[in-house]
């Protein structure tokens, strides 16, 4: 049985080291080709026709003199007449031209009509008294759920839940298989209880969910001898990727589909583009090399993709090329959902915890949404949770990095730090009295890791001298304070193929069908690879980003680092010992004798029998030697220490709070970052930088603006849009956690997990600052004034 | 595209024969019969006074410096000088993301000067020296704020990278000895979504120090 194991530190030649990013070169020179900048031959522009309307239906649409004009090649009807949308900026139809102009000019020439419908773009707090549940559904809105991609499970879950209203006949189970609604939902309408008397009720934007309760809550609060409410809460937010959603789609021949497409997940887009176009996945290629951005908003072909391919087949299988528009890649390509509370949480004395209760509420757009995990990280003994989800016409949500869990630590990290100042107690030490509530297995090692990451991180921000007692360090109209907050993510690595071939010349390539989105998952595969070669990283030659290659997940959730690792370490582990049993008996030794290091194939403890790298691989012979890596969750379980799961971090942040403006400057971020093994330095430290660039741009200032008149985005651009800037960020330090008590757990993905506390450290170092709670992100000016006139009032 | 409102109609070519240009049409055409070499024989109009040249709708010739050398196309007026390098040229370095001047991922020199190539039209490119990001590798050997950029890991999914090394070309250009102000400065017309700033300022520190 080969040795799959991580090699111990005294046998590592590049894991955990700082190698050079494999693709920079391409990316500083502009030769790293995106989606968006890829040109097939012929090829034709697409652009899409957008509602104007938060809340429509299409009454009609008239594209006659579209297709007369000259250049307009192929038109596509993307939601037909009578179809309801549900937010501004929905796709309609696109159109396929020559160029660009020519197709905006083709947009301007189709005649649509809308009937407006009342819309709602608000998230403020639910008003008192919403029901329970939503009711029955119509067979409109299933419709309309399936027209707005809600996944199978949702719908078949909420027509179990809440039943139907409306009674099914054979007609209708005929016609909805021709337009291709899933069986699984044709049956769940046919099995569910049946409520007519509900068909024509106006529903609810609100659905509340039933009241969760553990523990005695009254009596737990009443013997609470410190006692915090507050309000706390996060906006949503968009993801605002650089590299706008998009694709281009061609067909070779009437039954094969070839995509480029600007994708976090290349391996997964042939099932999801095959169904919808009635054809065999196996009959789709996917390629993509680079990746402007995802951060979880791209792991779909979109209804977009699927009309590029659409509108391709009908004009003789030419290349379409579509991508978003920078205002529709901010108002329709996703956004993370908002969620607020009202907190009330209770603790001892001494500060442990003893009671949390909350009522939350938030959006996620039309599919309204679910509560975060609060509270979070700390499994707080008695709790009551309510939640109430907010249905409203804003545009569809998706997975932002680190789903939930950046407003779960504004949410909890906010309250338990009230709770503190209450308990005039410094928040670390407030968090340090708790780490038994982490976990309730005595086995998760995530309790000594924030005590070992709260100690290094004090030293690195000099928390001890910084902090102070709440608004206690004004000069003139300056405060300064300081804040922390922690986290948590799972992290372990998906599903992962490859196939690595060493070749008689002594090249290597690995082919692996994943994508670098920036992480430097090139990188990651490269030096697992050529640490057990010992070769430089440079020398493995990488083929990714195609469905020709082997399947590997998408990048998300923080589970690529562990999947293509593990792969990678499984292929080369059983190369490299097949080429040891070739070069064994030139080196008049057993294959397990054997060590590559420094570019030699030589035997252990004796260097002097030893053959360089390309003599060894001459003895391959004529085939190349090829092994195939793969990793998937059974094959993770047998060896537990190559993936692992569930990180801890710890943040602080530094802040300026000028009284008179209300602008908040951070001074200062620590991030203290365990993810097991780190497979190389550099890239950790550079992840982990990221998130804590993308925590101070949400905290300070991004938030997806409705108007509530129009229900349209009122910043949907770059400008008014606002992402952090240079100026904005200041002295960041990076501490990974390494070593023993780490490395031995495995790799674990740190995509997630730096982004998490950067809202609540931010907006807890303010509190520390000016002596009052800014409730909701981003900390603008008006809200800080806002809090502080309203402590000057109190 | 038309909703229930209605439509402002094109103008028609019968239109500008009679010299109906609209303020708005005029001033674009002022400064660009100001700005640009005349490649084509335009249609002269009357405007506020003055015969005017007008260019297109259809597309009209033009030529280019761009990198040191001489390129032509044809191409509509209303091309913008960022879509002639990406879609005529297949100069892809320039990025187009939020195309209106916001975020620097486009930025391209134009005679020694940055400029955002999604904020101007190609035809008043004309006549200027073009650079973009492409020229700055000489025989496969990256420039030293390139090289910068990869030792200090300043990109991620690298897509603002090429726009902040042109924008880092243009900062040190002008002020070889620049203080850390002066980058601020230079700099501060540029995004980046997956937070690379660290590696960027110390690219550029670098890059200042060593004369680049």
Redesign the interface.
């Known amino acids: 049985m080969a040795d799959y194991q991580w090699p111990d530190p005294e046998n590592r030649t590049l894991i955990g080291d700082r190698t050079?990013?494999v693709?920079?070169?391409?990316?500083?020179?502009?030769?790293?080709?995106?989606t968006?900048?890829t040109?097939r031959p012929g090829m034709l522009y697409g652009k899409v026709?957008?509602a104007?309307y938060a809340h429509c239906q299409v009454v009609s649409i008239d594209t006659s003199a579209a297709e007369k004009m000259p250049g307009v090649k192929g038109i596509q009807i993307i939601q037909k007449a009578g179809t309801n949308i549900h937010w501004a900026g929905d796709d309609v139809v696109l159109v396929a031209a020559v160029?660009?102009?020519t197709a905006e000019d083709a947009?301007?020439a189709?005649?649509?009509?809308?009937q407006k419908q009342a819309h709602l773009v608000s998230d403020a707090e639910p008003p008192a008294g919403v029901g329970e549940s939503q009711g029955p559904l119509s067979m409109d809105e299933i419709g309309d759920m399936l027209d707005n991609q809600v996944p199978e499970r949702q719908i078949v879950q909420q027509i179990g839940q809440y039943g139907i209203s409306f009674k099914i006949t054979e007609d209708d189970v005929k016609e909805a298989k021709e337009e291709g609604v899933p069986d699984g939902i044709i049956e769940a309408a046919q099995k569910a209880t049946v409520h007519p008397e509900a068909a024509g009720k106006p529903k609810s934007n609100y659905q509340k969910a039933a009241v969760q309760t553990t523990g005695d809550v009254d009596k737990a609060f009443s013997e609470a001898e410190v006692v915090s409410e507050g309000l706390y809460g996060a906006p949503v937010i968009v993801h605002?990727?650089?590299?706008?959603h998009g694709s281009i789609s061609e067909w070779p021949d009437p039954e094969h589909l070839f995509v480029h497409m600007s994708t976090q997940g290349v391996s997964g887009i042939p099932g999801q583009m095959a169904e919808p176009l009635k054809m065999d996945a196996a009959n789709v290629r996917v390629h993509q090399d680079?990746?402007?951005?995802?951060?979880g908003s791209k792991f779909g072909p979109d209804r977009w993709g699927v009309a590029t391919a659409e509108v391709s087949k009908k004009v003789g299988g030419k290349p379409v090329r579509y991508m978003l528009?920078?205002d529709a890649e901010l108002k329709v390509a996703g956004a993370r959902p908002s969620a607020y509370a009202r907190v009330k949480v209770g603790a001892k004395k001494d500060g442990s915890l003893v009671a949390w209760q909350s009522k939350s509420w938030g959006t996620g757009g039309p599919s309204g949404g679910g509560m975060p995990p609060i509270p979070y990280v700390f499994r707080i003994p008695v709790q009551r949770k309510e939640h109430t989800a907010i249905r409203n016409n804003i545009g569809p949500a998706r997975a932002w990095r680190a789903p939930n869990h950046p407003q779960a630590a504004v949410i909890t990290m906010c309250a338990l730090d009230d709770l503190a100042a209450k308990l005039n107690m410094d928040p670390v030490e407030f968090l340090r009295k708790n780490l038994d509530l982490v976990s309730t297995n005595p086995n998760d090692p995530r309790s000594r890791m924030y005590a070992e990451e709260f100690t290094i991180a004090s030293d690195l921000m000099d928390w001890k001298s910084k902090w102070h007692p709440r608004g206690q360090s004004m000069e003139g109209h300056i405060a300064r304070g300081v804040g922390t907050s922690m986290h948590t993510w799972g992290g372990r690595g998906h599903a992962s193929d490859c196939d690595l071939s060493i070749h008689p010349d002594g090249s290597v390539d690995i082919k692996m069908g994943t994508q670098d989105?920036?992480?430097?998952t090139r990188t990651t595969i490269a030096v697992v690879a050529a640490d057990a070669l010992g070769l430089p990283a440079n020398a493995i030659k990488l083929y990714i980003g195609d469905t020709l290659y082997p399947p590997s997940g998408g990048s998300g959730g923080s589970t690529t680092p562990g999947g293509v690792s593990s792969s990678t370490r499984r292929a080369v582990v059983d190369a490299r010992d097949a080429l040891f049993a070739k070069v064994a008996p030139a080196l008049n030794a057993k294959p397990e004798d054997l060590e590559a290091k420094n570019g030699v194939i030589r035997v252990k403890g004796d260097a002097s029998r030893s053959l360089a790298w390309k003599e060894a691989c001459a003895r391959i012979g004529a085939t190349p030697i090829t092994a195939h890596g793969h990793n998937d969750a059974i094959a993770a379980k047998n060896h537990p220490d190559l993936t692992n799961s569930g990180v801890g971090g710890v943040q602080m942040a530094e802040v300026e709070v000028d009284t008179e403006t209300g602008i908040v400057k951070v001074k200062k971020m620590v991030a203290v970052q365990d993810c097991g093994l780190v497979i190389d330095q550099?890239?950790a430290e550079?992840s982990v930088?990221?998130?804590?660039?993308?925590g101070i741009?949400y905290a300070l200032f991004e938030e997806k603006v409705m108007d509530p008149a129009t229900g349209i985005m009122l910043n949907a651009?770059?400008?008014f849009y606002r992402?952090?800037?240079?100026?904005d960020?200041p002295e960041?330090v990076v501490h990974m956690m390494t070593g023993k008590g780490y490395d031995e757990r495995g790799v674990i993905g740190l995509g997630e997990p730096p982004v998490i506390s950067g809202g609540a450290s931010i907006s807890n170092a303010v509190a520390n600052a000016i002596g009052v709670r800014v409730p909701f992100l981003p900390l603008t000016p008006d809200k800080v004034l806002a809090a502080l006139n309203q402590k000057a009032g109190a | 595209?038309?909703?229930?409102d209605s439509?402002p109609p094109?103008p028609t070519p019968a239109q500008e024969e009679s010299g109906g240009v609209s303020r708005r049409d005029f001033l674009k055409i002022s400064t660009i019969a100001a700005a640009v070499p005349v490649v084509a024989a335009p249609t002269t109009v009357l405007a506020a006074g003055e015969q005017v040249h007008v260019y297109g709708p259809g597309k009209v010739a033009m030529e280019f410096t761009i990198n040191g050398s001489k390129m032509k196309a044809m191409l509509?007026p209303?091309?913008t000088l960022l879509?002639a390098l990406?879609?005529t040229f297949?100069?892809?370095?320039?990025?187009?993301?939020?195309?209106?001047g916001?975020?620097g991922?486009c930025t391209v020199m134009l005679d020694d000067r940055p400029v955002y190539a999604c904020s101007m039209l190609a035809i008043e490119a004309q006549g200027s020296k073009i650079l973009?990001?492409?020229s700055?590798?000489q025989e496969g050997k990256?420039h030293p704020i390139?090289q910068a950029?990869?030792?200090n890991?300043?990109?991620?999914?690298?897509?603002?990278?090429?726009g902040f090394?042109m924008a880092c070309k243009a900062v040190l250009d002008k002020n070889p000895n620049p203080g850390a102000e002066d980058l601020?400065h230079g700099?501060?017309g540029?995004?980046?979504?997956?937070?690379?700033?660290?590696?960027?300022?110390a690219a550029i520190t670098r890059a200042a120090q060593e004369g680049a």
Do not use: W
């Open positions: 050079l990013r693709d920079s070169p391409d990316k500083v020179s502009g030769r790293a080709r995106y968006y900048d040109k026709l957008r104007p160029d660009e102009g947009l301007r189709i005649k649509v009509k809308f605002c990727c650089l590299e706008s680079h990746v402007g951005g995802g951060f528009e920078r989105i920036g992480t430097g550099r890239l550079s930088m990221g998130g804590l660039i993308m741009s651009d770059m400008e992402l952090a800037g240079l100026n960020i960041l | 595209m038309s909703t229930d439509i094109k509509e209303r091309v879509d990406r879609d297949d100069l892809t370095g320039a990025k187009r993301v939020c195309d209106k916001e975020c991922a973009t990001v492409e700055l590798s990256l390139q950029f990869v030792d890991d300043a990109s991620q999914c690298g897509f603002c990278t090429p090394v601020l700099l501060s540029n995004i980046c979504r997956c937070g690379t700033y660290r590696g960027i300022r």
